[in-house]
Each structure stands twice: as C-alpha cells, then as structure tokens.
C-alpha cells in the first residue's frame, strides 16, 4: 500500500453492531467496492477470532487486502496483515514477525505519533468529524488531519463520521482513502452504502487527474480539484447550506444555485457561517 494508484475503501467490521454474519458482510462489501477489511472484534477468543478472519477471507476472496486487529502472532498464522493501535505493539515488533514485505498498517491520532510511525504500510487518522462511535470525544478536524499527513511516513487513510458526501474533504487533505465502520453494519444496505462511498472516491480522483484550480476562500488561498462546486466545497466542511451566506467575486449566490456554481481559477470568495439562534 505504499503506492497508492487508487482511491482506498477499507471497512471496519464491528460484529456487535451487525446484523448479519461477517462473512455475508463481507460479500456485499467487497461486490459494493470495499478493497480493504480491517476485522476489529474485540472480546473474542484467539480461536474465535481466527475462524471470523479466516471466514471473512473465504467470503471476500484474495485480490483485497485482509488486516486483523493487534494480534500479530494471528496475522502470521493466517498470513494477513496486522492493523495496530497507536498504542500497544510496535511497528518494528510487526515487521520482526510478519517481514518486510507484510501489510502493517497503524491507527494515529496526532503529528507526533504518525512521525513515529516509520515502517507503517498506511496510517489511519482520525476521528475526522464528531462520531457516535467517539462520543464526547473532540474530532480533529480537516486542517489537524493535514498536519498528520504532512509528516506522514506512509500513505493516510481518514476515519471518523465521514459520510460520501464528506470524502471529496477529506481527500482534499490529503487522505489516499477513507475508512468506514457505522454505515456498514446493515446487509441490506452495505452494498449500495459502500458503492456510494467508490463512487465518491473515484469522482475525487477523476477531478484530481484533471488538475486543480486555487481559490481565495475567505481570505485563505485553497487549492481544489477542478470542478468543484459550492455545495461541494460546503458539505466537506461540514456547513448547512441553509445556515451560510456566500459571497462570490463580490455578489452573492443564490442558494439554490450551490450545487451548480463552478469554482474557478482565481475566484474570491466569502461564507458567512451563522451560527445560534440570531
């Protein structure tokens, strides 16, 4: 995962929170567009826990990518990578078992602990935005997140409340791809729920392929994938179109119109985000 030539989708089961098994999860996943499993179930047994993983890779199939929670003597055993915490095993420790040549991926949650991630295959940041599953914690936020990937010594994935219409952001911030946990819970929905989500990555890589334009944004010069629009530029910093007033080259836009107005080369604009009851 070191070069990373597409948009990444990594799914983050959480079985307690399902309503199916994890390996019929996983068939639908992968079929909507997930390239990448972590198995994050806590509580199980090393034999349970084994069986799960090696049930999940029987459903997904070998051309995605298979990360186990933690335990590193588990991932040798079943040859799959090891996803750690930011606080626990060592990189270092993952490599001495699983080899150079392993996925050793590492969560993190500032600048300091993704410089000491060298050796990690990927990082995850977050949490991003405000997440049910992070309740009354604070969230980084998009210009922390940029701060970790700035000094990043492997490719960002984002996790943390992202919604499809919140990954254009994200990557906009440099994030190689985003990890999902939440919204891929349901078997009904996780197909369509994680098509919705390559659909939003690719549409990022597609703009970015075709350059980028920089903007003055409230004062700030920004640079964005060419094409995008207001409403774009609105949801992946999570503000209400209803609650904001935009200013474009010195007339504002209707609201109306936020999904269809282009930003372009040069443009000055102002929002006005209001916030309370006046």
């Known amino acids: ?30 079929a909507g567009g997930v390239d990448v499993i972590q198995v994050r179930e806590k509580g199980l047994d090393w034999s349970s826990l084994a069986a799960t993983v090696q049930a999940v890779r029987a459903a997904s199939g070998t051309s995605i990518d298979l990360v186990v929670n933690t335990d590193i003597e588990l991932a040798q055993a079943l040859g799959v990578g090891v996803h750690l915490p930011e606080i626990g095993p060592t990189i270092a420790e993952a490599r001495a078992v699983l080899g150079h040549d392993a996925l050793v991926g590492r969560s993190v949650h500032s600048p300091d602990a993704a410089t000491a991630s060298e050796g990690a295959s990927y990082l995850v940041a ?44 994200v990557m906009e911030a440099g994030a190689v791809g985003v990890a999902v946990l939440g919204p891929l819970t349901r078997l009904a929905t996780i197909g369509s729920e994680a098509a919705a989500y390559r659909s939003a990555l ?59 107005v282009v930003i372009e080369e040069g443009d000055l604009l102002e929002v006005v985000h209001f916030v309370g009851g006046g």
């Open 202 to 260: 690719e549409a990022c890589m597609s703009r970015t392929e075709n350059g980028s334009i920089s903007a003055t944004i409230n004062g700030k010069e920004v640079t964005l994938p060419a094409g995008t629009t207001v409403a774009d530029f609105l949801a992946g910093r999570d503000l209400h179109e209803r609650l904001v007033v935009v200013e474009r080259n010195g007339e504002i836009i209707k609201r109306s119109t936020f999904p269809e």
């Open 1 to 30: 995962m070191q070069r990373v030539e597409s948009p990444i989708l990594m799914w983050v089961t959480d079985s307690s929170r399902s309503d199916a098994e994890l390996s019929d999860l996983a068939r639908s996943a992968v």
């Open 126 to 169: 977050g949490h991003v935005y405000e997440t049910a599953s992070k309740p009354g914690r604070s969230p980084l936020g998009l210009d922390r997140f940029a701060e970790i990937v700035a000094v990043a010594p492997a490719p960002v994935i984002a996790i943390g409340g992202i919604t499809p219409e919140r990954v254009r952001a």
